[in-house]
């Protein structure tokens, strides 16, 4: 269980747009920054999304996130196969003094 | 090009110790916080520990604390993670990152099993 809630999977054809929600509370996403992270299987976990919104170079602008709130979204457009993988949201909790994942969510491209 | 590869996993016995090391390079290591993330055999990640550049703050997961102690070698640009008292469900990769997650390594297999 964790102190994040993501859900546990998403769905969508090549070409769509998939959206993953992370809902947190005011003790951390409502005071930090939200990291997003694509695990492809059996890899290590890569960042795609930095600081609620910003990409890393060489991570392309079909992947955005946002945050409002207590809440923050994961968008990927033009869904690729290659896409497929494991993605989780990240946060600094203030009141566990411990950076928080949630449980993940996974993508399928039907 | 950051590399950060993860050394000492292996398989122990429930109460043992293991200590675990991570090799930075091509980056001043001094400059970034680093961490230790988790993830057991098909479940998610969790963050383990981490540490301010002189190593003077550490944090801990609670599942770990009194048990690990992360630190940090910065003339030999290396992480540690002495694990002591290990149960079965410290079983997992562990991975070593830059801050709390802009670079990982391909992580380190423990298995505490008797």
């Known amino acids: 269980q964790s102190v994040l809630t993501q859900p546990p999977s998403v769905s969508a054809a090549p070409g769509q747009k998939v959206t993953i929600s992370c809902s947190g509370t005011r003790f951390n996403i409502g005071h930090n920054p939200v990291s997003w992270y694509q695990q492809l299987s059996g890899t290590a976990p890569k960042l795609l999304i930095y600081d609620n919104d910003k990409r890393p170079s060489g991570i392309p602008d079909r992947f955005s996130g946002s945050k409002s709130g207590t809440s923050a979204t994961l968008g990927i457009t033009g869904l690729q196969t290659g896409d497929e993988a494991d993605y989780y949201c990240g946060t600094w909790d203030n009141s566990l003094s411990a950076y928080v994942f949630a449980t993940g969510t996974e993508v399928n491209v039907l | 090009e950051v590399q950060l590869v993860e050394s000492g996993g292996g398989l122990v016995q429930p109460g043992g110790s293991l200590r675990l090391s991570c090799a930075a390079s091509g980056f001043t290591f001094n400059d970034y916080w680093m961490s230790w993330v988790r993830q057991a055999p098909g479940k998610g990640l969790e963050w383990v520990a981490n540490?301010?550049?002189?190593?003077?703050?550490?944090h801990y997961v609670d599942s770990v604390k009194g048990r690990f102690t992360i630190s940090r070698d910065n003339a030999k640009n290396s992480l540690y993670l002495q694990m002591n008292s290990l149960r079965a469900d410290d079983t997992a990769v562990y991975y070593c990152?830059?801050?709390?997650?802009?670079?990982w390594g391909q992580g380190t297999l423990v298995t505490v099993s008797s």
């Open positions: 540490i301010k550049q002189d190593g003077s703050v550490t």
């Open positions: 990152a830059r801050k709390t997650g802009e670079y």
